[in-house]
């Protein structure tokens, strides 16, 4: 039986039409290197991480892994911070094959003016070259060293989120069940967004959005695989790689999740929340009618996306006590 996909919001609908040459429903690695030529094109310049001189901006190399190579920090600190601010932990996006520290970092800053918050960006390394547990385990070091190092740059260790949105999204809630597992820094709050969290990659919204939108089934298996190869889908899959497979779900920070109905992440993330509720955890959940994957970035104008970064500012308004 075909499934029906939910309609876009026409608004979304109108961007997506426009955007549909650049960003195919479907992707896989042919073309990877050219893809991330594009990508590091859409990334902001010195001027726009500044944002003309409101934060002085870092890039720091730290200890990565045990054993692995060095990893680095974008910061972006308030330049007329007093410190003892709250950190965003920013873990970006992509697809686990795609981005940079600095993807997706409009958001995060946007966030940091409003609440006079630091934020550390982490670069991590990108499968199909470096697969599990090379991304997490370097997003863990990231939080490690920002955790110890909070005051130096302005922060309070004491009130951390970390934030991520889709390969973001699905490492960040690894890496906050890293972090309990391992009895590592806790974070205040996680913030979720659109978030990755399934290599079996069969839910009902999958198989309903296949061609469709913005990172479809088949750009999924790509990233999935990138980042599992032969283990993808199979039984041997760490929660550390794909956080739908943890069976404990307990004893998480505050947790906000988002996704659009009409995207290929919609059941696993709605699912997720309904997991952590099931534990006693805390999540608020929003499941925004109409929106494709990753639509309030490719068109910030749109009402529903407006409504969706307001949502978010109000949560880490309330998680921080700003």
């Known amino acids: 039986m075909t499934q029906v996909p939910p309609p876009f919001d026409p608004e979304l609908a109108a961007a997506l039409e426009m955007i549909a040459e650049m960003v195919p429903p479907s992707i896989t690695l042919d073309g990877l290197a050219e893809r991330r030529l594009g990508s590091v094109a859409l990334e902001p310049g010195a001027e726009q991480l500044s944002q003309g001189g409101f934060f002085e901006v870092e890039e720091r190399e730290v ?7 060095d990893i680095s920090l974008l910061i972006c600190r308030p330049a007329a911070s007093t410190g003892g601010r709250p950190v965003i932990y920013h873990t970006h996006g992509g697809g686990m094959i795609l981005g940079s520290a600095k993807f997706g970092m409009d958001m995060a800053l946007a966030w940091a003016r409003e609440l006079d918050a630091v934020v550390v960006s982490v670069e991590y390394r990108l499968a199909p070259e470096h697969p599990h547990p090379a991304p997490v385990e370097d997003v863990y070091a990231g939080l490690l ?4 190092h909070a005051k130096e740059i302005g922060g309070d260790p004491e009130r951390i989120v970390v934030v991520g949105g889709s390969a973001g999204g699905g490492l960040t809630a690894a890496l906050a069940l890293l972090a309990r ?3 590592g820094p806790r974070p205040i709050g996680q913030m979720l967004m659109c978030p990755m969290l399934d290599d079996r990659n069969d839910s009902a919204s999958g198989h309903q959005m296949a061609g469709l939108g913005v990172w479809d089934r088949t750009s999924n298996e790509t990233g999935w695989t990138a980042l599992l190869g032969e283990l993808r889908g199979g039984p041997d899959v760490s929660p550390y790689a794909a956080p739908a497979r943890a069976e404990d779900l307990a004893g998480l920070p505050p947790a906000f999740l988002d996704v659009g109905s009409a995207e290929t992440f919609r059941d696993e993330t709605v699912e997720y929340a309904s997991r952590i509720w099931a534990a006693g955890g805390v999540a608020e959940l929003h499941v925004w009618p109409g929106g494709f994957h990753g639509y309030d970035g490719f068109a910030p104008q749109a009402a529903l996306s407006q409504i969706t970064v307001a949502a ?11």
């Open 63 to 69: 200890p990565g892994p045990q054993g692995a190579p």
């Open 145 to 148: 060293w920002t955790a110890e």
């Open 181 to 183: 597992d391992r009895g």
């Open 312 to 322: 978010r500012l109000g949560w880490l308004r309330r998680l921080l006590g700003e």
